[in-house]
């Protein structure tokens, strides 16, 4: 098997962005390449080819090798249902609910699963690259750790480790690191590399000779900011870019405290007649917007208590007296409803929460977790499109009569009776050009985005970019 793993000094330091990087420059010169990330942290989640669900990081890397999503590429998987408890997934399907203080007991048991899931990627392609969760300076988890040394040292993959500069202290990063780091986990350790630097590149050049002289470590180069970066797809919420614009349709997207699925709405983000708010606790719907979208969830009720913890649903209110139009996704279409019971505590502890009142619908979550990609057909404009569907529970009642699409002939999601609000349990339905064009068109704005061919030539920008300002071949070339 050939493998390389790209650790970092610390989470958000831009080791998705790498790995979707070294993979699509790897594909471009013409080699079999996969990604894989033992262990994920995140509520954005891809339905993959086999049935099964990972991290949206590994579906972009995929799509960065050219590849279908697999289960395989992300074989464990936490969705943080609440501050200390997590729906755990393995490979591709859910298993258990588990609190912070368990999952340690747990993470044994889970080593074989990814220990499997990486054989089968590695039979598969000649070369698979690794990402790494979190930082392996976190030595008090190494004992059962699963996503950096503990993975790399079980299957012997070499690893690169990056800093991120911008964020300052980047030779404390990789120096210290090293010096927490057990003897055998420092000797896994091929080298280090510095991204998102900005300005003259020069002005490093004694800083970088002294975390070689320090470490001992080659440097494989510092890589430039990489600015369109913002047009791929989050892996956080924290990191959605939106453009600063004054002008166009205001769509205003609640940052729910458990969101999920947020990358529904990158490809509005990126056009050009589009006002984007993401809209943070503590701060009123403004009076301006035109759209209200309410995105997936990974906990319902708790997210419905958090709006109405903001007064979210009294400004929903005011904004609909308006006359303004209100969009529901998922976890989002579920709270525009009249309740959601949760009779098994399958999000939380059993009972149910009085919906928003907004569509005529009751929801209840049930054990089965729909996990597909669906066709369908905008029940408004007609046009069809390639979403998909990642939830439990099941919704029903009056509004169900007036379907946001139809499925198979089947009525899906639901919609008031003047059509201004509206709710769907499928995701992805923007990324399709001609069906956002045609969306957007009803609220008199002209679409300008051309959404997938977009993030395939900032994936090869990415990749040129790399091969510029690191030793890309040298990174390679590590793989054993």
């Known amino acids: 098997m050939t493998a390389l793993m790209i650790q970092g000094t610390g989470s958000n330091v831009g080791k998705s962005l790498l790995v979707a990087g070294l993979c699509r420059a790897a594909r471009k010169r013409g080699i079999d390449v996969a990604p894989f ?40 998987l936490l969705k943080p249902q609440t501050d200390t408890g997590a729906q ?18 747990l993470k044994p048991r889970l080593l074989d699963a990814v220990l499997d899931s990486f054989a ?19 030595i008090n988890l190494r004992p059962r750790d699963i996503a950096n040394m503990g993975f790399a040292c079980a299957a012997q993959v070499p690893v690169v480790l ?16 090293q010096a927490v780091l057990d003897p055998g986990d420092a000797a896994m350790v091929k080298g280090f590399l510095i991204n998102r630097f900005r300005g003259d590149l020069r002005l490093f050049d004694d800083g970088y000779r002294m975390i070689e002289a320090q470490t001992g470590w080659p440097g494989f180069g510092t890589l430039p900011w990489f600015p369109e970066a913002w047009k791929l797809p989050a892996e956080d919420a924290v990191d959605i870019h939106t453009p600063r614009r004054t002008e166009g349709l205001h769509v205003v997207c609640l940052a729910l405290s458990r969101i999920a699925n947020f990358d529904d709405l990158d490809p509005l983000a990126q056009e050009p007649g589009v006002r984007l708010t993401m809209l943070g606790p503590g701060r009123a719907i403004p009076g301006d917007a035109d759209l209200v979208i309410l995105p997936g969830s990974k906990s319902t009720r708790g997210d419905l208590a958090f709006l109405r913890a903001q007064g979210w649903d009294v400004d929903l209110a005011a904004h609909v007296r308006r006359g303004g139009h209100v969009l529901g996704i ?31 619908i009751d929801t209840v979550m049930t054990g089965d ?39 198979a002939g089947e009525p899906e999601g639901a919609a008031s009776p003047d059509g201004r609000i509206a709710g769907s349990y499928l995701h992805g339905m923007f ?34 970019h790399m091969e510029a300002h690191l030793d890309v071949t040298g990174l390679l070339a590590l793989a054993c």
Not at 162 to 177: E, K, L, P, S, W
Not at 434 to 454: C, E, H, K, P
Request: hydrophobic share 40%; glycine share 14%.
């Open 88 to 105: 755990v997934v393995v490979q591709g399907q859910r298993v258990a609910t588990s609190e912070a203080r368990d999952y340690g007991t």
């Open 330 to 360: 998922c976890g989002g279409y579920q709270m525009l409803g009249r309740s959601v019971a949760d009779p098994d505590g399958i999000e939380g502890p059993p009972g149910a929460t009085p919906g928003l009142g907004l569509l005529e």
């Open 369 to 407: 977790k729909r996990l597909t990609e669906t066709r369908a057909t905008h029940a408004a404009t007609a046009r069809a499109f390639l979403g998909y569907e990642i939830h439990i529970g099941r919704s029903d009642g009056p509004d169900r009569a007036r379907p946001f699409a139809h499925v």
């Open 431 to 464: 990324r399709d050009d001609a069906f956002r064009a045609a969306w957007l068109d009803g609220f008199g704005v002209q679409s300008a985005g051309r959404y997938d061919s977009t993030v395939e030539a900032v994936l090869d920008g990415l990749a040129d």
């Open 162 to 177: 990056a800093g991120d500069i911008d964020r300052g202290g980047v030779i404390a990063q990789i120096v210290g690191t």
């Open 120 to 138: 089968r990627l590695s039979a598969r392609h000649d070369l698979v690259i690794v990402e790494g969760a979190g930082s392996p300076a976190e």
């Open 37 to 76: 990330k033992p262990q994920n942290m995140s509520n954005n989640a891809a339905v993959t080819a086999d049935g099964g669900e990972i991290g949206r990081a590994q579906a972009l890397q995929a799509l960065a090798c050219g590849l279908a999503p697999h289960s395989d590429m992300n074989p464990v």
